[in-house]
Every structure is written in structure tokens, then in C-alpha cells.
């Protein structure tokens, strides 16, 4: 069973920054997975941030970026603002098995 | 672009449900599409997918051989047949567009709670 792990919950400052991960049992992250990002507050649908390892949709603010670092993929979000307190997810498409798999998600809290 | 579920609900185990996904303000048959849940306690997951014309189309394990997905192009929507449901397939279901770019869901609906107890 493919798992994807994220870290359960970060906090940080706002101005500060902060790096979130998505890590794969089956082995390092690679642009071959696609890694995704999405925003989610509660009561909303998620919102997608990033596509592509660290490709970003027009309405991605700025201070989001992702890359691959270290096998995981990365989320990182530089000068946090109070509105990005929100859980984020990653995804991760599996081509050869033809299915997406969904991290558990981070909770970021914004002191 | 603009994606509206419905046909949430509540249902007894063992019973089924059909999900409608209706969309609006883009070319729905050159988009593949997706459903995806969400539980409290599981976070999301992907459920299903379907290609445009409809020819293609994958499953999760968790859900192969009870869920049916559908779609119909002249009428811009997209369909979930939920048969053999269980207390597990309680979430919330959003359908989602797939992205021309990257495998990923550019854009989601706001979602349809289904419900299954006795």
C-alpha cells in the first residue's frame, strides 16, 4: 500500500517561514510523481497551490514555492501571513498504477 | 469555472447513492475529471477518475467494483454511482477538474456529504 507522509503539524511566526514535506514509502519524490500542493481552510474545498513539484496557478501568492529537496517534496512559504493558517496537502500521481495518493496533511499554525 | 455536486445524503449500509457533478464556464469534454473524499478522520482521497471522452477510467482500490464512475458531455456533468455502501464511505465527495498541466486538480467543487448509518 502506497503511503505518503506529511508532517502532522508545524507552526510558525508571522514574517517567519516555514518548509513543509511529503515523503513517499515507495522512495524518493521525483517530478515523475507530479507533486501537488493544496491549501485548505475549514468549511472550504482544497484549494490547489502548486503543481508539478513548483509550478505555480495564477491566483498562488508569491510567498509559496515548492521544489524537491532531499527525496521529499517541499512546500515552503516565506514571510507567513495570519491567512495562511489552514491544513496543506500534498499529492502525489502514480503513473504505473494510474492512481493519486494523498498525504495526511499538515496542520500550520500561524502564532 | 464552476463545479456543483449534489445528490449527497444520508443512506443506510449496504444501500447506494448516485453523485451528480455539474459544470459550468468551460469546455467540460476536454477535461478529465476526478472524485475525491474527504473523512475527518482520513483527510482526502482520491476516489475515481475518468478521461474526457469517457473511455478511460481508474479506480481507488478501496472503492473498485462498488462505485461506478460516469459522465455525459452534452449535459456537462459527471456522475458517481455509489452501490454496497459502508460506514467507511462516509465524506464528503468534491469533484474536480484535471489540469492540462501537471496530473493535478486545478479546480474543485464545494462538495456533497454522504452519510452511511442505519
Known amino acids: 500500500q502506497t503511503v505518503v507522509t506529511q508532517e502532522p503539524s508545524l507552526a510558525v511566526s508571522p514574517g517567519g517561514t516555514v518548509t513543509l514535506t511529503c515523503a513517499s514509502n515507495?522512495?524518493?519524490?521525483?517530478?515523475?510523481?507530479?507533486p501537488n500542493w493544496f491549501q485548505q481552510k475549514p468549511g472550504q474545498a482544497p484549494r490547489a497551490l502548486i503543481y508539478s513539484s513548483s509550478n505555480k496557478h495564477s491566483w498562488t501568492p508569491a510567498r509559496f514555492s515548492g521544489s524537491l529537496l532531499g527525496g521529499k517534496a517541499a512546500l515552503t512559504l516565506s514571510g507567513v501571513q495570519p491567512e495562511d493558517e489552514a491544513e496543506y496537502y500534498c499529492?502525489?500521481?502514480?503513473?504505473?498504477?494510474?492512481?493519486?495518493?494523498f498525504g495526511g496533511g499538515t496542520k500550520l499554525t500561524v502564532l | 469555472v464552476h463545479l456543483v455536486e449534489s445528490g449527497g445524503g444520508l443512506v443506510r449500509p449496504g444501500g447506494s447513492l448516485r453523485l451528480s457533478c455539474s459544470a459550468s464556464e468551460f469546455t467540460f469534454s476536454n477535461y478529465e475529471m476526478s472524485w475525491v473524499r474527504q473523512t475527518p478522520g482520513k483527510g482526502l482521497e482520491w476516489v475515481s477518475y475518468i478521461s474526457g471522452p469517457g473511455s478511460v477510467i481508474h479506480y481507488a482500490d478501496s472503492v473498485q467494483g462498488r462505485f461506478t464512475i460516469s459522465r455525459d458531455n452534452a449535459k456537462n456533468s459527471m456522475y458517481l454511482l455509489m452501490n454496497s455502501l459502508t460506514a467507511e464511505d462516509t465524506a464528503v465527495y468534491f469533484c474536480?477538474?484535471?489540469?492540462?498541466?501537471?496530473?493535478?486538480?486545478?479546480?474543485w467543487g464545494q462538495g456533497t456529504q454522504v452519510t452511511v448509518s442505519s
Open positions: 474536480a477538474r484535471v489540469s492540462h498541466e501537471g496530473a493535478t486538480f486545478d479546480y
Open positions: 499529492l502525489l500521481y502514480f503513473r504505473d498504477a494510474q492512481l493519486w495518493v
Open positions: 515507495t522512495g524518493a519524490v521525483t517530478s515523475d510523481y507530479y
